[in-house]
Every structure is written in C-alpha cells, then in structure tokens.
T-cell receptor, first 112, second 113 residues
Framework: DQQVKQNSPSLSVQEGRISILNCDYTNSMFDYFLWYKKYPAEGPTFLISISSIKDKNEDGRFTVFLNKSAKHLSLHIVPSQPGDSAVYFCAASPTPNTPLVFGKGTRLSVIA | DTAVSQTPKYLVTQMGNDKSIKCEQNLGHDTMYWYKQDSKKFLKIMFSYNNKELIINETVPNRFSPKSPDKAHLNLHINSLELGDSAVYFC????????????FGPGTRLTVT
C-alpha cells in the first residue's frame, strides 16, 4: 500500500526551463512533507519541506506547493540547471516521531 | 569531515553469513536511523534511535539487530543473511528540533549470493 506516490519515474527538461515534479499521498494524517534529492552513489539530501498549515514554501530556485484537498504536492525548479539532474524523493510524515514515508522517486534529467 | 559516514560502502557475502554495517555522524544529532532501499527503490525505515534508545522498530526480521554504543554511532548487525536482504542500506541522523530533516549517509550496497 503506497501512501506516497510519485507516478512519473522520469522527467526530462531543458536547461533554463521549469521542472515540475509531482507527488500524491493517501494518508490524510500526514502533516509534514519533504523533498529529498539523490545523486548516484550518494545518500538522499534534504532539499525543502512544507507543513500542512502552508500551501507554498520557497527556497531560491525551489518551490514546493501543497494542495491538501487534493492530497497533492509538487516541486518546482526554476530555472532548471544541469546540476539538478538527480532522483527526487517525496516524503511525508504525520508527526515528528513517526517514520518518514518515501515515494519511489522521479529521475530528473536537465538537458543543456 | 563527512557528516554521516557508513562502512563498508559495498558488501558481498554468502547466504547464512553474519555481517555488520557501521554508521557514524559528527553533526551532534540525537536521533539516528537505518533505512533499506530495496530493488523497487522504496526507501523504508527499519529502526530509529534517540539518545541511544530504540524508539522505532518497524516490521523487520529479528535477524537484524541495531546497536547504538553512543549518540554518534548506530551499527546494524545482520545474522543468517538471506538473498532478500540484498539492498542498499542507508544510515541517517537528525536533530530533535528539526527531526523531519534527516541527513543521510552514502549507503551500503549489500549483495547476498
């Protein structure tokens, strides 16, 4: 039972354009949502987060949008750069002491 | 000065053997985790320790035993290895004030033959 779903296994975007990565969840108790980025042979790196009381959080080129009624969040990267090419994992949790539940990841390729 | 380090990076062993993976963090975090990334690429929590005490123990065979000698270390010992244990194991840590934001090690790729 996948509580966090990333339905696109891969995405290709041209350098300078917007990358939009999507994530859906089924557990309405999730209160905190995060995006992690992973390069090959490395561990995931925390990128950006959002709590359920907000619908948007921005950090430089990265913006996460949360639509609680649709149980959907998205990560926007503008402008996309070749160094953004990585696997992006969406994760969620209902409380700080509850394990993070991860999606399967979306591989982003930014083409120069 | 790696924040979260794991050893070994690769581990190839035969079924039935016992092996350990070590993890160390130098971030001063109070909580450490073990995750397993299986062939389907899902990252799943196995264990979590806070101040050397086990706080999360997901449905994991009891052949897996974590040990935390101090707050900076969390080791994973696996007995009687099985083919299905082949996966990448990630250690992570976080601080009590920002527990959601976990810092991961580079992973240990375990292959059981």
């Amino acid at each position: 039972d996948q509580q966090v779903k990333q339905n696109s296994p891969s995405l290709s975007v041209q350098e300078g354009r917007i990358s939009i990565l999507n994530c859906d969840y089924t557990n309405s108790m999730f209160d905190y949502f995060l995006w992690y980025k992973k390069y090959p042979a490395e561990g995931p790196t925390f990128l950006i987060s959002i709590s359920s009381i907000k619908d948007k959080n921005e950090d430089g080129r990265f913006t996460v949008f949360l639509n609680k009624s649709a149980k959907h969040l998205s990560l926007h990267i503008v402008p996309s750069q070749p160094g953004d090419s990585a696997v992006y994992f969406c994760a969620a949790s209902p409380t700080p002491n509850t394990p993070l539940v991860f999606g399967k990841g979306t591989r982003l390729s930014v083409i120069a | 000065d790696t924040a979260v380090s794991q050893t070994p990076k690769y581990l190839v062993t035969q079924m039935g053997n016992d092996k350990s993976i070590k993890c160390e963090q130098n971030l001063g975090h109070d909580t450490m985790y073990w995750y397993k990334q299986d062939s389907k690429k899902f990252l799943k929590i196995m264990f979590s320790y806070n101040n050397k005490e086990l706080i999360i123990n997901e449905t994991v065979p009891n052949r897996f035993s974590p040990k935390s000698p101090d707050k900076a270390h969390l080791n994973l010992h696996i007995n009687s290895l099985e083919l299905g244990d082949s996966a990448v194991y990630f250690c992570a840590s976080s601080s009590g004030t920002r527990r959601y934001e976990q810092y991961f090690g580079p992973g240990t790729r375990l292959t059981v033959t």
